[in-house]
Structures are given as structure tokens and as C-alpha cells.
């Protein structure tokens, strides 16, 4: 019972073929795609107006070189809110489920934005390794907390995303397993269990929006350090 509640998080395959790669596709070819034309319909408008919005308020307060990433951290937010809320439909992946992917996007933006701060002011970008005023016994000390807190970041990122998907969706499948055996047994029960069910879904739709969002935030914050 305890591995079939974790079935759901395998990668699906077909004749040995991994499935992951149309888990990810697919979602991003169903949203619309800009036309030619002078007036568009309500729904490119209101994605459009979207994602005006959120690259306006996420890149307020980053500097102008940092500017440079609207494009893809826009693209990114959509990537991930469409892979997670297509994930909660039923017989679906969601691959931001899997560690190794959520790490692999985590890993190479956290280490863009640190090289960028090497690269283009190295004494800010160390200075964070050091805060102003430490007493000399304690430099060594905070140096390495420091650089471990450094190196943690991208973890943290990646397992962040993985555990609330995870949660959510295992929480989801506990309860509809509930709904179903006590349908017979206990009705009332199982229809309260069932009202549950539909707002944890609700809920989790809130929170696959809120995760993308975070992940995105989260680089444009390391980023606006090493800006």
C-alpha cells in the first residue's frame, strides 16, 4: 500500500521509452501563442497583461543589468506554472515532482547569478561572506557558515519546490483513498471526506501557483545580490 501511494511519482515510460520529456512539453504547447494581429482575443490579453505584471513587480527592484533575465525568468514562471496546476489533473506526471529535475533548474541559475557577481563586482560578492563589524575570533567561523549557507541555496531551492508538490499530491490520494472505502461503510463520512478533497484541490492549485512563484523569486533575489 505504501509503494502505491509513491507509484505516482515514478517516471512514466513506455517500451523502456521515458514519458518525462512529453510530461514537460505538452503543457507548454497548450497555452496560446500570440498572433500577428493588431487585436488579440481576452485570453492572450489577460496572459499578456499577466505577465507584464509579474515582470514589472519582480524586476523593480533588480538594477538595470539584471534586466537582461526578464525574458527568461518570465518564461521560466510560465514553465513551471503550467507543469505544476496540468500535473493535478487526473491520470497526469507532474515532473517537478522529481528531485534530480527541480535541482537541475536550481544548480545552474544559482551558480549564473553567483558567477555574475564574481565576475562583475568580486569584492561585494565576497563581502557577503563577511559581515561588516565581526569580531576577528569569529571570522574564521562565519566565513565557513557562510559559504556553507552559500552552497546550501540551491538545495534548498530545488527541494523546496519537490517537497510541497509532494506533499500535496500524496495528501490528495490519502483522502480520495478515504472517500472510496468508507463510501459503503460510513456515507457521511466519506461525503465530508469528499468536500476535503475538493478544497485540498482548490488549495493545491493555489500552491502549485505560489511555488512557481517562489522559485522564480528566490533567483531574482540572487540575482539582485550579485547585481
Same mark, same amino acid.
Given at each position: 500500500?505504501?509503494?502505491?501511494?509513491?507509484?505516482?511519482?515514478?517516471? #512514466?515510460s513506455?517500451?523502456?521509452?521515458?514519458?518525462?520529456?512529453?510530461?514537460?512539453?505538452?503543457?507548454?504547447?497548450?497555452?496560446?501563442?500570440? +498572433?500577428?494581429?493588431?487585436?488579440?482575443?481576452?485570453?492572450?490579453?489577460?496572459?499578456?497583461?499577466?505577465? +507584464?505584471?509579474?515582470?514589472?513587480?519582480?524586476?523593480? #527592484?533588480?538594477?538595470?543589468?539584471?534586466?537582461?533575465?526578464?525574458l527568461?525568468?518570465?518564461?521560466?514562471?510560465?514553465?513551471?506554472?503550467?507543469?505544476?496546476? +496540468?500535473?493535478?489533473? #487526473?491520470? !497526469?506526471?507532474?515532473? !517537478?515532482?522529481?528531485?534530480?529535475?527541480?535541482l537541475?533548474?536550481?544548480?545552474?541559475?544559482?551558480?549564473?547569478?553567483?558567477?555574475?557577481?564574481l565576475?562583475?563586482?568580486?569584492?561585494?560578492?565576497?563581502?557577503?561572506?563577511?559581515?561588516?563589524?565581526? #569580531?576577528?575570533? =569569529?571570522?574564521p567561523?562565519?566565513?565557513?557558515?557562510?559559504?556553507?549557507?552559500?552552497?546550501?541555496?540551491?538545495?534548498?531551492?530545488?527541494?523546496? =519546490?519537490?517537497?510541497?508538490?509532494?506533499?500535496?499530491?500524496?495528501?490528495?490520494?490519502?483522502?480520495?483513498?478515504?472517500?472510496?472505502?468508507?463510501?459503503?461503510?460510513?456515507?457521511?463520512?466519506?461525503?465530508?471526506?469528499?468536500?476535503?478533497?475538493?478544497?485540498?484541490?482548490?488549495?493545491?492549485?493555489?500552491?502549485?501557483?505560489?511555488?512557481?512563484?517562489?522559485?522564480?523569486?528566490?533567483?531574482?533575489?540572487?540575482?539582485?545580490?550579485?547585481?
Amino acid at each position: 500500500m505504501i509503494l502505491s501511494y509513491f507509484d505516482q511519482f515514478i517516471s #512514466p515510460s513506455l517500451l523502456g521509452i521515458p514519458l518525462i520529456a512529453l510530461a514537460i512539453v505538452i503543457p507548454m504547447s497548450l497555452l496560446p501563442t500570440p +498572433s500577428r494581429r493588431w487585436l488579440n482575443n481576452r485570453v492572450l490579453s489577460i496572459q499578456s497583461q499577466l505577465i +507584464s505584471s509579474f515582470t514589472q513587480q519582480m524586476f523593480l #527592484p533588480i538594477n538595470l543589468g539584471g534586466h537582461k533575465w526578464a525574458l527568461f525568468l518570465a518564461s521560466l514562471m510560465i514553465f513551471l506554472l503550467s507543469i505544476n496546476i +496540468s500535473g493535478l489533473l #487526473p491520470y !497526469t506526471f507532474t515532473p !517537478t515532482t522529481q528531485l534530480s529535475l527541480n535541482l537541475g533548474f536550481a544548480v545552474p541559475l544559482w551558480l549564473g547569478t553567483v558567477l555574475i557577481g564574481l565576475r562583475n563586482q568580486p569584492t561585494a560578492a565576497l563581502g557577503h561572506l563577511l559581515p561588516e563589524g565581526t #569580531p576577528v575570533p =569569529l571570522i574564521p567561523v562565519l566565513i565557513i557558515i557562510e559559504t556553507i549557507s552559500l552552497f546550501i541555496r540551491p538545495v534548498a531551492l530545488g527541494v523546496r =519546490l519537490t517537497a510541497n508538490l509532494t506533499a500535496g499530491h500524496l495528501l490528495i490520494q490519502l483522502i480520495a483513498t478515504a472517500v472510496l472505502v468508507l463510501a459503503q461503510t460510513m456515507p457521511i463520512v466519506s461525503l465530508t471526506a469528499f468536500v476535503v478533497l475538493v478544497l485540498l484541490n482548490i488549495l493545491e492549485v493555489a500552491v502549485a501557483m505560489i511555488q512557481a512563484y517562489v522559485f522564480v523569486l528566490l533567483v531574482s533575489l540572487y540575482l539582485q545580490e550579485n547585481v
